[in-house]
């Protein structure tokens, strides 16, 4: 069984700069607070922007800014 950063590893290598990942809630970029921030902050260093649908607002939010 993959461990969490091992399968973060090979769905980060399927993204590129630029690409726009869009998730339902921040949850399911980690499954702790430390986590979620630690993955949204390495896919912004890649170039990778994320968007979040649940963030209770009329539009998508972008994660981070």
């Given at each position: 069984?993959?461990?969490w950063?091992?399968?973060?590893?090979r769905?980060?290598?399927?993204l590129?700069?630029g690409?726009?990942?869009?998730?339902?809630?921040?949850?399911?970029?980690?499954?702790?607070?430390?986590e979620e921030?630690r993955?949204i902050?390495?896919?912004?260093?890649r170039?990778?922007?994320?968007?979040?649908?649940?963030?209770?607002?009329?539009?998508?939010?972008d994660?981070?800014?």
């Amino acid at each position: 069984d993959d461990s969490w950063e091992e399968r973060l590893e090979r769905f980060f290598g399927t993204l590129r700069s630029g690409d726009v990942l869009v998730v339902a809630n921040r949850h399911a970029m980690g499954r702790t607070v430390d986590e979620e921030t630690r993955t949204i902050a390495a896919l912004r260093r890649r170039g990778i922007v994320v968007k979040v649908l649940s963030h209770g607002g009329r539009h998508l939010f972008d994660v981070g800014r």
